[in-house]
């Protein structure tokens, strides 16, 4: 169903030293390049021990991470790997549950008896399906969407609790444990929905509508709708494609994009005070779709998928950029995720293909691990009102972050602010 190509065309350091390898489909030459083959979503396991892609045609592919083995690569030893037909389009998918980051890592083997790993894959149809990853089988389905499933997010806090968001204007949050049957349904979105994510301390959910422009909070713990996002650009013609919580949940980062230009907002989901915004200026009209975006583990960096290059990683509050691969116009990345250990990026192509970049491997600081650990349990709200020096309280609350901060610089720069 699928191969790695050998290990010479794998490391492809002599081109671009951040590239590890990349995983490439076998299908015939009629289907490349068809409608159908895009790897629209990749994730990695909790424990990091897993890697699931959707490979384009119905089929997402399972395999035992790390892929660097040689004798792996070459099918001399059994990894494990499992191979899922969905028979129709995969355009979300994701593991769970997902434990606490405060658990302990749970172990690369799970104990005999425990077939907990879960995966679910959201169809076009607006099917869910859920896989058990260490016997292979489907568990069981779930109904209820009417649109394409374009993403799904376990919470980290354990439970069975899976959130969908779909082309039909709804998200929906199942209970698992009950198969689905308990379910509660969100609306108020306007048009497709792109993308969604959940907080850390599991209070709130974030989602991106693609037309409608909205970027909308939820509460996970009434199931209720709490505010619209708003004070980014004033422009109309953008689309809003991702979004992503930082892993304290004091940060949410939204992406967007129109003809020349485009532009990531950080705000505080707690105030909805938009506290920055970075933004790349392009002299060709419609070379600009940022497509995915995704803090890193330990909240430093936030990487970044474009049309331009396969891969940008920003650390916020920085005017340029970590790391970025060369400029490649045919990279076409749809997608990212970060290794649950950091130091490694996967994104999906529109070809179908995986590539593994190294990230940048940056020690915290001893200030930002104490505002990640102080902001995981403390809202803005409750910050505030404490007595501290100016210049602490406004580290504590991401307002030391220059509110405008550019990649290059060009005419159209004008034009965009309105």
Known sequence: MCSTENSAELKRTSSDPALIL???????PSLEGRAGCETWSVDFSPDGAWFAWSM???????????????????????????????GEPVWGLTFGPRPPRSAARPART????????????????????????LTGEAV????????????????????????????????????????????HVLSGHKDWISCCSVSSDCSMIASVGRFDRMVCLWSLRSYTFMRNLTGGTH???????????????ALLATAAFR?????????DPYTAEKLATLVDYFEDYGQNQISAIQFSPNGLHVAIVTDDRALRVWEPGKRGMVMQTKADRESNGLCCKYHPQGGVVATGTRDGHVRFWNAPRTVPCLR???????????????????PLPKRILEYLTYRNIPDRLKTCYSSDEEDWEG
């Open 22 to 28: 990349e995983l490439k489909t076998r299908r015939p």
């Open 56 to 86: 384009g045609h119905g089929i997402v592919w399972v395999v035992a991470w790390p892929l660097d083995s040689e004798d792996s690569q070459k099918g001399e030893i059994d990894r494990g790997d499992k191979s899922f037909s969905c």
């Open 110 to 133: 799970p104990p005999k008896g425990n077939n907990s790993l879960l995966l679910a894959t959201g169809l076009e149809s607006g099917v869910i399906k859920i896989w058990n990853v």
């Open 140 to 183: 069981f389905d779930l109904h209820g969407h009417e649109g394409v499933v374009r993403d799904l997010v376990f919470p980290q806090n354990g439970t069975l609790t899976l959130i969908s968001s779909s082309r039909d204007k709804t998200l929906r949050i199942w209970d698992l444990a009950h198969k689905g049957k308990k379910v």
């Open 235 to 249: 422009k109309s013609l953008y689309l809003l494609s991702s979004c992503d919580f930082s892993p304290d949940g």
């Open 259 to 267: 003809g020349s230009s485009w532009w990531i907002d950080l705000w």
């Open 368 to 386: 930002h691990l104490c505002r990640s650990i102080l902001r995981d349990s403390v809202s803005t709200h409750q910050m505030e009102p404490l």
